[in-house]
């Protein structure tokens, strides 16, 4: 174990950690499987030693999401777009675009900021943002809201979990990948429920 996490420190520790980081935030925003969240709570764990350097770590992070999203949103603009204007208008996938396009149009810089706290949100709302042609404009905004919030988030997580388990690092980014996952999982239940009330409420 000792052996595995001395590794993991002199990777993190590396310059070239924060172009990984950049990176893996960027993939995940296209891939979700790619443990982007835990990459960023790993390395401001691990800074809390003093390097890497949190105020870099999440800089990078942000950026790296910010361009991920970016990317995602071109993928949707590109081909999405198409797709949805070549649906026949009685069908049912075609009422569910337009209703994702009248809700976007409403909340997008809300859904934006918050769906990259809800499992696969991400991804699915930078593309549908895409694809029902969303003011670019706006979507850098919100976007950059969301992408330095969560950055923030997921600093200060790692970072305090770093300090309350200095002597023992490996539990201290359990404990940071842990809480990410519980606060996850309360938020989707959250939304779960509040979409099951208003499901009542609507057709009434």
Known sequence: MDSVF?????TVTSPWVYLVLFGVTAVDAVFPM??????????AVLSASGNPILVAVITAAALGALAGDHLSY????????RRLAQLPADT????????ARRAVNRRGGLILTTARYVPG????ITLTMGAVRYP?????????VGA????VYCGLLGYFGGLAFQREPVKG?????GLSVVITLLLEAARRVHSHHRRPAARR
């Open 74 to 81: 071109a993928i949707g603009r590109s081909g999405g777009a």
């Open 6 to 10: 001395d590794l993991l420190r002199e």
């Open 92 to 99: 049912r996938r075609r009422a569910g675009s337009e209703w």
């Open 136 to 144: 670019l404009r706006s979507f850098l905004l919100y976007d950059t």
């Open 148 to 151: 330095i919030s969560w950055a």
């Open 34 to 43: 790619v443990p982007g969240e835990a990459a960023v709570i790993t390395a």
């Open 173 to 177: 980014i359990l404990v940071g990948v």
């Open 121 to 124: 949100g991400r991804t699915a």
